[in-house]
């Protein structure tokens, strides 16, 4: 099986910066995609920023110019630089791994617990 751990979430004021960590670990052959998506109250869980093993990034509109993914595959661990934080980024946080467990085998998606990100003053 695969755990994800995620670190570094809390109470931050509007204009501040938070670091998330997510670590993977477990029997794990590979990673291929790693991300972070979030859940606001009342609100369905989106994409806030992928990046593949080569280092590819995606982000979503809201959070471009704000917020670095970077993952370090020796590791197994992805991070979400979050700078210039808003009142509208407080949601729930949650890291997930496209993980193959054995050599010729397909990726499945793992996510972790979720870490709670609030911005307010």
């Known amino acids: 099986q695969v755990q994800l751990v995620e670190s570094g979430g809390g109470l931050v004021q509007p204009g501040g910066s938070l670091r998330l960590s997510c670590a993977a670990s477990g029997s794990i052959f590979s990673i291929n995609d790693m991300g972070w998506y979030r859940q606001a109250p009342g609100k369905q869980r989106e994409l806030v920023a992928a990046i593949t093993k080569g280092g590819l990034t995606n982000y979503a509109d809201s959070v471009k110019g704000r917020f670095t993914i970077s993952r370090d595959n020796a590791k197994n661990t992805v991070y979400l630089q979050m700078n210039s934080l808003k009142p509208e980024d407080t949601a729930v946080y949650y890291c997930?791994?496209?993980?193959?467990?054995?050599?010729?085998?397909?990726?499945?998606?793992?996510w972790g617990q979720g870490t709670q990100v609030t911005v307010s003053s």
């Open positions: 997930n791994a496209d993980a193959i467990l054995h050599f010729g085998f397909s990726p499945a998606r793992y």
